[in-house]
């Protein structure tokens, strides 16, 4: 990768920065100045600004605890949006993994790996999305064959795939496990069949579960087993 690249990447400088402080000889490799912008950065190079080692830039992962009134998207005129919680350098570099809609909390997975990302969000890897849903009727228990079946949801030429659901006390409330991620679908698949969606919230994706310990608005990195999880 190149030098200049390397650091704007890691760091929160911009390239203009970086070149300035190549230039005035703050920066090294492997302990010697370099006066380059355009060097390549080989792997096991130690790359130092001001004598403070600058680490690769390596793909980062994180979960979010959506709250309601923030928009899934990197800008929004109106709205803040997810990646306004998130403090971290190059933040604009990030990827929301399946997004959630305005009034929706809950689990929000963000990462710079577009792979991952595509393994999560890809409707062929069957990446199970738990959530909890609120509904304004009581859920008929016909339901649970019907999601099973899949339901044809307006506008879509297929059924959806088949859903698990499972209706508690006192019987407005369930929680659905789908494997898409269309547009709208799970308020879609209860209108599908006669009711309405009042709350929403996801809980899970794949393996990886909201951490309890996190308020709304607040994240924290994945660790090396969540992030693996997504295969
Ligand atoms: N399904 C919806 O309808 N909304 C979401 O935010 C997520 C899934």
Redesign the pocket.
Known sequence: MRLDKYIANSTALSRKQVHRAVKSGEVCINGKAVSKFSLTVAEGDKVTLDGAEIKRPGPRYFMLHKPKGYVCANKDEEHGTVIDLIHEVNSDKLQIAG???ID?SGLVLITDDGQWNHRVTSPKKHCE?V?HVVCAEKIDPSCIEQFKQGVQLESESQLTLPASLSIEEPGTQASLCIVE?KY?????MFAAVGNH?NE?H?HSIGSITLDPTLAEGEYRPLNTAEINSIL
């Open positions: 997004r959630l809609d929706t999305k959530y991620g709208h679908q799970v308020k879609r969606v929403l996801r």
